[in-house]
């Protein structure tokens, strides 16, 4: 049988991993800035996280939601403590889509309503209501089309207002990236976010904060929206959350009722799932990281400024992009197969960083060094 051949792959075999680094199966060490796009948070293979779920293995993987299951609340308990949203409510599934797409069903059966504003560049997965929201035509197959989905301007508070005008008792969300990732790093403007907040108390909305890619403290906040200084009705969070094991979940507001069988799962909230997010968060508090990823994303923004060439060097904590020009498009192929640095990218020409919330200053200068080299290498080389 082949493989469905739907990602267009680097010729790279990695084997083994540990904290920000990768090696391939001839022992190449990789420095990873990209973190598997966004998903380890905490390091690979962090040794707190693999004892947590070889114990956790050893004693129970799975059983189903139809029993008790502890390690659930002591996750909700620590989520809580870390986002500080502890008076939501936690419902667990496995993937960011499902997340969003969970959210969206919340906020519909919530209000009685359909129609849905997100923003030019979204992303927010794959399934049916998740890309009916994404702002990709290539992703959104004819049985997803709707026009339960309203799309405006990112950033932009007149249509937002006069979107709300228009048709405010309809709107069921507006679902938002804090930091768009997949748009190629887009930070969402406080004001904006705020006026999302007050527009949707204002028409009985549903504020639906994706952090899948920019939460778990990635941004230097627990979630990215948090900049804003004003909640949001439900946060959906999937990536970090696991750093590599798949495990994804929302955060409810308090005002937003459940009612037996409205969403359901069969592997979501399982044990093994859960040691793995526990872990995660147990390794963020004692090793500071959403602290250390603000501080060590301030110091990568203030060197990549100061680099001639790059344009446009944005985003927070360790969620950072660059535009990259026309000269200089082969960059990531160049830091990848000549300086062994694996970065993420957005079309048509942005770098993104997303490395582990635990990169440490010299694996920082260790990739600006690669950086440098790189641009000078295809400086240097003669052209075509
Ligand atoms: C902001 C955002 N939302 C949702 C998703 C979908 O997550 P998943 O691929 O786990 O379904 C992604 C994935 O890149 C994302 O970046």
Redesign the pocket.
């Known amino acids: 049988m082949k493989l469905f051949d739907v990602y267009p792959i680097n010729d790279i075999t990695i084997t083994k991993a540990q904290g920000s680094y990768v090696w391939d199966n001839d022992g190449v060490q990789y420095l990873d800035m990209y973190g598997g796009?966004a998903v380890i948070s905490i390091g690979h293979t962090h040794p707190h996280w693999v004892k947590r779920i070889e114990d956790q293995l050893a004693q129970i993987a799975f059983y189903s939601n139809s029993i008790r299951i502890p390690i659930q609340q002591q996750l909700a308990d620590k989520l809580g403590q870390l986002s500080g949203k502890t008076d939501y409510q936690l419902f667990l599934c496995n993937?960011?889509?499902?997340a969003?797409e969970n959210a969206l069903k919340l906020a519909s059966f919530h209000t009685g309503r359909k129609k849905v504003i997100a923003f030019s560049k979204a992303?927010?997965?794959?399934t049916s209501l998740?890309v009916a929201v994404t702002d990709n035509k290539n992703y959104v197959a004819p049985v997803n089309e709707t026009d339960n989905a309203i799309f405006l301007p990112f950033n932009d508070q007149v249509a937002l207002k006069s979107c709300f005008e228009a048709n405010g008792k309809e709107i069921a969300a507006v679902i938002i990236?804090g930091i768009q990732?997949?748009g190629g790093i887009n930070v969402a403007d406080d004001d904006f976010l705020r006026l999302i907040r007050s527009l949707c108390d204002q028409y009985g909305a549903v504020y639906i904060a994706?952090s899948?890619?920019c939460g778990c403290g990635r941004s230097g906040q627990f979630f990215a929206h948090d900049y804003a200084g004003v909640n949001a009705d439900i946060y959906t969070m999937?990536?970090g959350m696991g750093n590599g094991f798949p495990v994804?979940g929302i955060l409810i507001a308090p005002h937003i009722q459940p009612k037996h069988f409205m969403l359901g799962t069969t592997f979501g909230g399982n044990h093994l799932a859960c040691a793995a997010a526990l872990a995660v968060l147990e390794v963020m508090e004692q090793e500071n990281l959403i602290e250390m990823a603000k501080q060590r994303g301030m110091y990568l923004m203030n060197k990549l400024k100061a680099i001639d060439g790059l344009q446009n060097v944005r985003g927070r904590g360790l969620m950072i992009g660059f535009d990259v020009p026309e000269h200089l498009k082969d960059l990531k192929k160049q830091l990848l197969f000549s300086h062994k640095v694996f970065t993420g990218e957005a079309k048509p020409n942005v770098i993104r960083l997303l490395p582990s919330l635990a990169l440490s200053r010299k694996q920082a200068d260790e990739f600006l060094e690669a950086l440098a080299d790189a641009i000078q290498d295809i400086a240097s080389a003669p052209s075509a």
């Not at 993937?95 to 499902?98: Q, V």
């Not at 992303?123 to 794959?126: D, T």
């Open positions: 796009h993937s960011g889509a499902e969003n992303f927010h997965g794959r998740a990236e990732g997949v994706d899948v890619q999937a990536k994804a």
